[in-house]
Nanobody, 116 residues
Framework: QAQLVESGGGLVRAGGTLRLSCEASGMLFSMYTMGWYRQAPGEQRELIAKITSGGSTNYADSMKGRFTVSRDNTKNTAYLQMNNLKPEDTGVYYC??????????WGQGTQVTVSS
């Protein structure tokens, strides 16, 4: 059974950094595009960035510059490096694994809280 588990969230001051991890199991991780999303309180879930099986990345325009997505296929893990965090970055961060004709899987989310 495919499963994604996020970790690395927490409470950080504005200007700080966090690195989120998303460990996959029960799937052929290297074949999936991995995406990071976030959902702020009272808001819809929004895309942060994706990284394809080949390592190509794309970012939502509003997320460029402070966020970096990466992956390590040997560890079945995707990462989201977040720098210069702002209070408006507060929310639940989710990872997702996507593959054409195979559907998608979601993690349970990890809370990120940025204090001013």
């Amino acid at each position: 059974q495919a499963q994604l588990v996020e970790s690395g969230g927490g409470l950080v001051r504005a200007g700080g950094t966090l690195r989120l991890s998303c460990e996959a199991s029960g799937m052929l991780f290297s074949m999936y595009t991995m995406g990071w999303y976030r959902q702020a309180p009272g808001e819809q879930r929004e895309l942060i960035a994706k990284i394809t099986s080949g390592g190509s990345t794309n970012y939502a325009d509003s997320m460029k510059g402070r966020f970096t997505v990466s992956r390590d296929n040997t560890k079945n893990t995707a990462y989201l490096q977040m720098n210069n965090l702002k209070p408006e970055d507060t929310g639940v961060y989710y990872c997702a694994a996507e593959r054409p004709l195979r559907g998608s899987y979601w993690g349970q989310g990890t809370q990120v809280t940025v204090s001013s």
